[in-house]
């Protein structure tokens, strides 16, 4: 499975951190997703050379190709060097399930779409942990060149999309905790609480 990890993001509700460095469990998050997807074929997307120097010790590590573009530009990156499906991953996601993971992928590859998108219902969507083929990649780099930040803006455009019904994978991931992300003080108190469960294979 190949496998993307953004990291770019500058962290603004939590003063500018480096959210995968944040500890949650007892490790960082990023090392928890290495774990997460060990034996896979894996890159870091960075926003910058000094953000990979950060993460270079982790994993294999990649600049944006386009700057300051947020991830749009992440996901153009992975699919560029990988020339193959990806599974791209936000690197704010601390208890990303691999079989949930797994499913994504696979799926995607199966259909043989352009990416595949977990959707919840009302139009909330899951572009962050989700597989892309780089058949997107011209759509992703007219989103850039407009200068479209917003990411499903972008992907819409898409010809071939498959949405992921969310519930569907409460099968392999009762409570969709592979979805949760962490954004804010009050994420990474609820991280915590989610840690101090007794058994978090029941989650």
């Known amino acids: ?18 959210k995968p460095l944040l500890n949650v469990c007892g490790k960082k998050i990023i090392e928890r997703l290495i774990n997460c997807f060990l034996n896979c074929d894996l890159v870091i997307i960075c926003r910058d050379k000094r953000q990979s120097k950060t993460y270079s010790k982790f994993s294999k590590t990649l600049v944006d190709e386009f700057k300051y573009f947020g991830p749009i530009a992440g996901i153009y990156t992975a699919l560029n060097y990988f020339n193959d499906f990806t599974l791209i991953v936000g690197g704010d996601m601390p208890f990303v399930k691999r079989e949930v993971a797994e499913e994504i992928y696979n799926m995607a590859k199966k259909l043989k779409v352009d ?24 759509q992703l780099k007219k989103g850039i060149i407009k200068k479209e930040k917003k990411i499903m803006n972008v992907i819409l455009g898409l ?18 905790i592979s979805f949760f992300n962490i954004n804010t003080q009050e994420d990474l108190r609820r991280a915590e609480e989610i840690c101090s469960l007794t058994d978090m294979e029941e989650l």
């Open 1 to 18: 499975m190949k496998v993307a990890i953004l990291v770019g993001g500058k962290g603004k509700r939590l003063g500018y951190t480096e």
């Open 115 to 138: 990416a595949l998108i977990p959707h919840w219902k009302e139009d909330k969507y899951e572009p962050l942990l989700a597989c892309y083929s780089p058949s997107a990649l011209p």
């Open 159 to 176: 010809k071939n999309i498959f949405f992921y019904p969310i519930n569907e994978l409460k099968k392999i991931d009762k409570n969709l």
